[in-house]
């Protein structure tokens, strides 16, 4: 399925009847598009699964259509409150995946979305943006030129670290061999949406954001951007996939110290890896991986624990439940993390 989990299809999808398959979330992780990081983070997998669950089932209940069915436990697909014990499988309906065509020119056909109204992944990845922190995006693509403080919906220059008024609602593509940040306009033609469907997504990921800022604000921390995936569902309605709300989709902060993820990230910035990988981005975008001189280290054992206290701590906090005993409290886990960033 990915770099960091794997899918068991259990049904193909039809042209016109969804399938069905298990998610598998792994420890795995990945940053800056690398692939599988030479580490694993214990229990990120079935912490990510438990929390994403939550999200579906709080976004079922204000109404909206997901592909969540339930979690898998010893041959079961059961809802959170039934769950047991915690586990790293989730079932979930499938879509069908309409890969666009890498021409010659290195651009990419979407000509096979023109003629589709249901039953498809959306081509996608639709980001929120509360914040602007340090290190996001925005600011390399402000500094290039690719994009203005206009097409963000801003009057001027935004600084690192700035709280927005309203959240930016950004996109890019998800099937491209090195995806890209695209204009609203572009990902109207591109997926198959007309301008009331790309308005209804827009809609739906203005709800999601609140909803997740509201649950973690619960816990004291700032939901400031994440990204959610959508389809086209049979009956040709809007439809959440993937997760959402977890610590691999969006960037969390406590006093302007990231909670997730990001500290990885943060970490890695700082190595003889980090420069080797961009530059080998420069040489050569679809082959980076391939070129780089410098393969990424391991992380400290401790920091690896920390990271991986922070996925426990918060699928705990958020859902009510202790799932992982004996996880420390956040602000102990922050001061280890401190040490390495």
């Not at 599988?36 to 909206?64: S, T």
């Amino acid at each position: 399925m990915g770099s960091v989990k794997d899918l068991r299809i259990v049904k193909q999808p039809t042209s016109d009847k969804a399938g069905e398959g298990v998610f598998t979330f792994s420890d795995r992780y990945s940053v800056f598009d690398w692939g599988e990081m030479p580490d694993l983070i214990p229990d990120k997998g079935r912490a990510i699964a438990i929390l994403g669950a939550h999200f579906f089932e709080l976004a079922e209940k204000k109404g909206f259509r997901t592909h969540y069915i339930g979690l898998e436990s010893n041959g079961a697909f059961l809802r959170l409150n039934d769950l047991k014990s915690p586990t790293d499988s989730m079932r979930v309906k499938l879509f069908n995946v309409i890969r666009p065509t890498l021409l010659p020119d290195k651009t990419y056909d979407y000509s096979a979305y023109k003629n589709i109204t249901s039953n498809y992944l959306i081509p996608l990845e639709v980001i929120y943006r509360n914040r602007l922190p340090e290190g996001s995006s925005v600011f390399k693509r402000l500094k290039s030129g690719e994009i203005t403080p206009k097409d963000l919906g801003l009057d001027s220059m935004p600084e690192p670290g700035i709280t927005l008024k309203t959240p930016i609602y950004d996109v890019s593509t998800k099937l491209e061999r090195i995806d890209r940040y695209i204009k609203w306009e572009e990902a109207e033609r591109i997926s198959g949406l007309d301008g009331k469907k790309i308005s209804r997504l827009k809609e739906i990921l203005s709800s999601l954001n609140q909803l997740i800022s509201s649950e973690f604000s619960k816990i004291g921390l700032v939901n400031e951007d994440g990204k959610i995936e959508f389809a086209v569902d049979e009956s040709g309605e809007i439809c959440i996939v993937d997760v959402f709300g977890t610590l691999d989709e969006c960037r969390f902060t406590i006093d302007g110290m990231p909670v997730s993820k990001e500290v990885a990230r943060i970490f890695y910035r700082k190595t003889p890896w980090y420069e080797a990988l961009n530059k080998a981005k420069e040489k050569d975008k679809q082959n980076f991986k391939e070129i780089c001189e410098i393969q990424p280290d391991k992380l400290p054992n401790e920091f690896k624990e920390a990271i991986a206290n922070l996925y426990r701590y918060c699928t705990n906090k958020i859902t009510g439940r202790e799932w992982f005993a004996g996880t420390p409290e956040l602000t102990d886990s922050i001061r280890v993390i401190k040490r390495f960033i």
